[in-house]
T-cell receptor
Framework: DVKVTQSSRYLVKRTGEKVFLECVQD?????MFWYRQDPGLGLRLIYF???????EKGDIPEGYSVSREKKERFSLILESASTNQTSMYLC?????????????FGSGTRLTVV | AQSVTQPDIHITVSEGASLELRCNYS??????LFWYVQSPGQGLQLLLK??????LVQGIKGFEAEFKRSQSSFNLRKPSVHWSDAAEYFC?????????????FGKGTTLSVSS
């Protein structure tokens, strides 16, 4: 069964900490995405990567960075965590190409910044 | 601007009753259209998708959706709801012929099922 695995389901971090959220997919997908989900706001795109070492800003990239050194792994980095970054973070991947247009999502990481 | 609107934040239906969840989009051309479902504490699962062709598409778990170009809508339906359908539902649009772009999601509709 194909999978997108997010390393932590729940995470509690302190304000000012540097936080790493990891996402690994085993489907050899070229494209990977990080979304943030908040009640009443739906999913908002933070960053995406269409290939190794490539990245594109989404709608809300401020306060975040990403790393894609290997095809299977896409990391989201909170440079200095703040309480307004408390949220559910969802990673997704898809194969490049129009005919394969459909995301596979991980189960999410619920991050609390205190 | 490209956007997806799900007008209903929360819907409650009785078990066995029919369901329709609304989705309207604003896009320059006919986009690719998707419905996802999210059970509590889980990631999103694809229910169905529309690329082209027949405007009525069938998905998993007995769901279907109809694309109406004139109304810029892609409403999700199910003839008889089961208690296990209680979840949050997201409509999404994607750019056709633009690989490497990201989906735009609506804000979601929470479905509650009463017995």
């Amino acid at each position: 069964d194909v999978k997108v695995t997010q390393s932590s389901r729940y995470l509690v971090k302190r304000t000012g900490e540097k936080v790493f959220l990891e996402c690994v997919q085993d489907m050899d997908h070229e494209n990977m995405f990080w979304y943030r989900q908040d009640p009443g706001l739906g999913l908002r795109l933070i960053y995406f990567s269409y290939d190794v070492k490539m990245k594109e800003k989404g709608d809300i990239p401020e306060g975040y960075s990403v790393s894609r050194e290997k095809k299977e792994r896409f990391s989201l980095i909170l440079e200095s965590a703040s309480t307004n970054q408390t949220s559910m973070y969802l990673c997704a991947s898809k194969r490049q190409g129009v005919s394969n247009y459909g995301y596979t999502f991980g189960s999410g990481t619920r991050l609390t910044v205190v | 601007a490209q956007s997806v609107t799900q007008p209903d934040i929360h819907i409650t239906v009785s078990e066995g009753a029919s369901l329709e969840l609304r989705c309207n989009y604003s896009y320059g051309a006919t986009p690719y259209l998707f419905w996802y479902v999210q059970s509590p504490g889980q990631g999103l699962q694809l229910l169905l998708k529309y690329f082209s062709g027949d405007t009525l598409v069938q998905g998993i778990k007995g769901f279907e959706a109809e694309f109406k170009r004139s109304q810029s809508s892609f409403n999700l339906r199910k003839p008889s709801v089961h208690w296990s359908d209680a979840a949050e539902y997201f409509c999404a649009v994607g750019a056709p012929n633009q690989a490497g772009t990201a989906l735009i999601f609506g804000k979601g509709t929470t479905l509650s099922v009463s017995s």
